[in-house]
């Protein structure tokens, strides 16, 4: 039996995608300038990205009220998030060495075609994306310690197999949509390819397993276009590391953006959120001395009634305002019940990256991750069964060696045991730490929910972004206004 997509293999083997616009790029967060590369799937006519440009009619995203971060709009928010300052930036690049680039792909829907493999129905209009953080610019010499924890395990983290047996993480991590985790996978491994393969031979005698995480972006994306390519990914490790060899330090772009460029999170357009915390601490030869815990989410779960924020029931007041206002429209009532029926069917998922310069062992990092579950509470997350809850946290403190034991050399003897120093928290001084990670993990979910804007979707479905200035309204009821 011929598959349904074989129209799209070309004659090399490659996935080609028919039927784009030819002047068109897509959005890469902060304008970087992107290194040259000679990857396949983005140079040569056959295999290049598909064009990345809105429908000019109907542009993905549309404005809604001016979009801010939870801090900004309201006076006293940050007497409800928690007892630690935030870092300079705010975000999971305030751990020194981390690297965050975001990539939207936005593409117009199309006409049915006797060229397409949709023949009757066209496609539909794409609104995805991509998240590459690095842990550190030499994360392939230089292990992270690292540990995970699984909310509710309906989703993917692949490599996560590896990080659990030894507690390392040397590979990029990759946030995209359901159906990208391959191309994503094959991208990390494009680019190891590019840089680490034998010059004269081109053969690959290393050992990594690539670290990508998804949520499914289906209710607003046609997500069976398969649009996320592996010269993607590439590009946005290149870019990544351009920021850093810049020493740029930038805040990660939040809402629309990156794998969450589609996300429904509590029924309003969520996406990617971001929030780090300052922890005072000591050396251990008694030295003050800061640590930092930074979080990244992916959102795209919840119901409407469950969102609480700063602990007022927000989600609960609007959604009745909501029905309210639908009770005398029935296309508001009609696009309430498709949304409902779809996350009822499957209601999302989250994925959650923390990253720190406190120097945690693997065991500490598995505990630090299941802080973030406290964080998703909060707000109003409960882990369904259908919802993919997956949490990874990494260390910087300690760099450590990896790729020393290859198919064709050895600097390390693998039948000799060699002790290695590293640093590491006393557990009984943590508990800052523990309670930094729910902090950052619940102000990252209200960054992705206030700063995304209302999106036209697949089949013109429409997702509001949170009214904000009613949001506004009623923390000043709850929490008051001074």
Request: charged share 20%.
């Amino acid at each position: 039996m011929i598959p349904t997509w074989a129209p799209y293999i070309n004659k090399g083997g490659f996935l080609t995608f028919p039927q784009v616009c030819e002047d068109s790029s897509f959005t890469s967060a902060w304008s970087l300038p992107l290194k040259s590369t000679n990857h396949p799937s983005l140079s040569t006519p056959s295999v290049r990205a598909p064009s990345m440009m809105s429908s000019p009619a109907q542009p993905a995203s549309r404005s809604s009220s001016p979009r801010v971060r939870i801090r900004d709009l309201h006076p006293k928010i940050h007497l409800e998030l928690g007892r630690f300052r935030p870092g300079p930036l705010n975000s999971l690049t305030d751990i020194p060495g981390v690297l965050v680039h975001t990539q939207s792909i936005h593409l117009p829907a199309t006409s049915p075609s006797p060229s397409s493999p949709f023949t009757k129905t066209g496609t539909g209009a794409v609104n995805t994306g991509l998240t590459t953080i690095l842990p550190r610019a030499n994360f392939f010499h230089s292990a992270c310690y690292a540990g995970l924890c699984r909310f509710n395990g309906s989703g993917e983290l692949t490599g996560s197999h590896w990080i659990e047996e030894t507690g390392l993480l040397h590979s990029p991590i990759i946030l995209t949509n359901s159906f990208a985790v391959g191309a994503a996978y094959q991208g990390i491994y494009e680019y190891g390819i590019r840089e680490y393969a034998d010059k004269q031979t081109g053969r690959v005698d290393w050992f990594m397993l690539p670290v990508v995480g998804e949520t499914f972006d289906g209710f607003l994306s046609d997500i069976g276009r398969f649009v996320v390519q592996p010269g993607h990914v590439v590009k946005g490790i290149d870019a990544a590391l351009e920021m850093g060899k810049e020493g740029r330090k930038v805040a990660v772009e939040q809402g629309n953006t990156g794998g969450g460029t589609g996300m429904v999170c509590h029924f309003w357009k969520g996406g990617t959120g971001s929030s780090s915390r300052v922890i005072d601490g000591e050396t251990s030869g008694g030295e003050k001395k800061t640590y930092t815990v930074g979080a990244l989410v992916q959102a795209n779960y919840g119901r409407p009634d469950a969102l609480r924020i700063g602990g007022v029931p927000v989600g609960r007041i609007l959604f009745e305002e909501t029905k309210n206002e639908a009770a005398s429209d029935e296309q508001k009532q009609g696009d309430m019940k498709a949304l409902e029926d779809e996350k009822n069917r499957k209601d999302g998922s989250i994925i959650v990256i923390l990253a720190t310069d406190a120097p945690l062992h693997p065991l500490q990092l598995q505990r630090l991750a299941k802080r973030a579950t406290v964080g998703l509470s909060r707000v109003g997350g409960v882990g369904h069964n259908p919802s993919g809850d997956i949490f990874l946290a990494f260390s910087t403190a300690n760099e450590i060696p990896v790729q020393t034991v290859t198919a064709n050399k050895r600097s390390v003897d693998p039948w000799k045991p060699t002790a290695m120093e590293v640093q590491i928290l006393d557990d009984q001084t943590i508990n800052s730490l523990f309670e930094a990670a729910a902090d950052a993990t619940e102000e990252a979910i209200y960054n992705a929910l206030c700063m995304a804007e209302t999106m036209v979707g697949l089949d013109g479905r429409v997702i509001e972004a949170l009214p904000l200035e009613r949001v506004k309204q009623l923390l000043d009821k709850y929490l008051g206004s001074d």
